[in-house]
């Protein structure tokens, strides 16, 4: 425990500021007291050190003309965090939120993910300040046109494979990916995932985070012997992962009842109209409160925090980080809520988190639950390389595998090293050993 205390008072030293990426590296950090009673090598080769430290880290100009003729500018960022199981694979978030804190907590949280897919990526993470929010198609085009720009000499398919997250859909993948076309005169369509079915995109895709997520769900019940059908569940978020969370989740007889977007939640007690949901929210890009206008069992709450009063047996948090606090925490357990389910990534404050596993909350950790969307992302690439696709049934059902495997090896590592059926502990090592074994194979980097 000393070594881990240490490293981490390093890279507190050596980051300061960058409050989510310090969050992140704790959480994970932390429960590996027992690996290193085990493994003394990894202390000797600093593990630990080497891991909180991007391989590169790049920051970029994207300047850019709007509607008016102003030239606007804002910050890229390209994190290449750890190359040592393959190519660095992790989405790019617009948001006026990102700076390099953001950027290197999702970079750090996608290394162990990824080693859980059982796939070859490498994790990496990227994004800019600038908000699609409010700007028109053109300004967005000419936006991803000067990202891709700078970015497209740091990606490649065998380097760095971008695709989408908060802000970051269909439509700007493909406007990036032409851009990448238009540059290098060639059609590396393995350079981005997350693309559209005509032009080298997967199957299932789209619906790969969230439907991953409640496999997860799924096989997190079948283990533990409890009966899903006919359960609660409230969702936050209305994005990509909510979406397709709610979607599988109703197709499993889960009543989703309460669903949010960053003005406000609705609640539904009938059980939220999916279809419709993403018909006002994905295809027209409509605001939450739309729905309650459409669907009379429903209503509107302005601001999203409330979201966590609504009472339900499954809480799935599928919005955006530390959503959920300790006040929020402790109204989910007094509700009676057993499950959390962190479908966006970290979710959870580390407080929040401890006072769910003090109480008995079985959690299932982001980089278990949403690790859906990688691997869907990484068989694209499969795909894009063999110049084949998959029909949606065998990519859906090599998805399906790859959750049920992870919740395996997370079980496995968790119960090796002393934490019984501690799903964040669990999927912590299990990640984590696969990269410090490959790290430490390839010498000192
Ligand atoms: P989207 O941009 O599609 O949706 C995000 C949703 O969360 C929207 O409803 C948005 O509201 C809401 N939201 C975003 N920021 C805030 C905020 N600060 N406060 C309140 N609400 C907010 O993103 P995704 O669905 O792709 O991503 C959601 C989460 O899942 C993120 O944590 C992401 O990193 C994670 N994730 C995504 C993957 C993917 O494949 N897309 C893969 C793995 C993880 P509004 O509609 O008002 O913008």
Same mark, same amino acid.
């Given at each position: ?14 980051? =300061? ?89 999702? /970079? ?11 796939? =070859? ?52 993948? /493909?406007?990036?990916? /032409? ?267």
């Amino acid at each position: 425990m000393d070594y881990i205390k240490k490293s981490l008072e390093q890279i507190r030293e050596n980051n =300061p500021h960058e409050e989510e990426f310090l969050q992140a590296v704790e959480e994970v950090f932390l429960s590996l007291g027992p690996v290193f009673e085990k493994h003394p090598e990894f202390e000797k080769a600093n593990i630990l050190q080497r891991m909180a430290e991007p391989e590169r880290q790049i920051k970029f100009r994207v300047s850019w003309e709007d509607d008016n003729g102003n030239v606007q500018v804002n910050s890229g960022y390209r994190v290449q965090f750890n190359g040592a199981i393959g190519p660095y694979k992790g989405g790019l978030r617009f948001h006026p939120s990102v700076y390099i804190g953001i950027i290197k907590f999702l /970079g750090f949280e996608q290394i162990f993910k990824n080693a859980l897919t059982g796939l =070859p990526i490498g994790g990496g993470k990227g994004g800019s300040n600038f908000n699609p929010k409010g700007k028109s198609e053109n300004e967005v085009r000419r936006f991803c046109e000067a990202f891709m720009k700078e970015l497209y000499r740091h990606i490649g398919p065998n380097v760095d494979v971008p695709a989408g997250d908060i802000g970051v859909g269909a439509r700007e993948i /493909g406007l990036l990916y /032409g851009e990448y076309r238009r540059i290098s005169g060639s059609f590396d369509a393995g350079v981005l995932t997350g693309k559209g079915l005509t032009y080298g995109g997967s199957l299932v895709r789209k619906e790969a985070t969230g439907f991953g997520a409640i496999y997860f769900v799924e096989e997190m019940f079948r283990y533990n012997n409890i009966k899903l059908e006919g359960k609660t569940a409230v969702i936050s978020g209305s994005g990509n992962v909510a979406l397709y969370a709610a979607k599988k989740a109703t197709e499993k007889g889960i009543r989703v009842i309460a669903m949010s977007d960053s003005d406000g939640y609705v609640v539904d007690e009938s059980g939220i109209d999916v279809d419709l949901m993403i018909n006002l929210k994905e295809v027209n890009r409509k605001r939450i409160s739309e729905y309650a206008k459409e669907r009379p069992s429903a209503t509107y709450h302005e601001g999203w925090e409330g979201i966590w009063d609504t009472v339900c047996d499954i809480a799935l948090p599928c919005a955006t980080q530390n959503d959920i606090d300790i006040e929020k925490a402790k109204k989910i357990v007094a509700a009676g809520t057993k499950f959390v389910i962190e479908g966006a990534n970290m979710p959870t404050t580390n407080e929040a988190m401890r006072y769910f596993l003090d109480n008995g909350i079985i959690v299932g950790p982001a980089k278990a639950v949403n690790a859906g969307g990688v691997s869907t992302s990484a068989l694209e690439m499969a795909q894009n390389s063999m110049k084949y696709s998959w029909t949606f049934e065998e990519v859906d059902a090599k998805l399906k595998e790859i959750m049920v495997n992870i919740h395996t090896h997370s079980v496995e590592a968790s119960e090796e090293y002393g934490y019984g059926y501690n799903l964040v502990a669990g999927a912590n090592i299990a990640g984590f050993l696969k990269v410090a074994h490959a790290m430490i194979a390839q010498g000192i980097y």
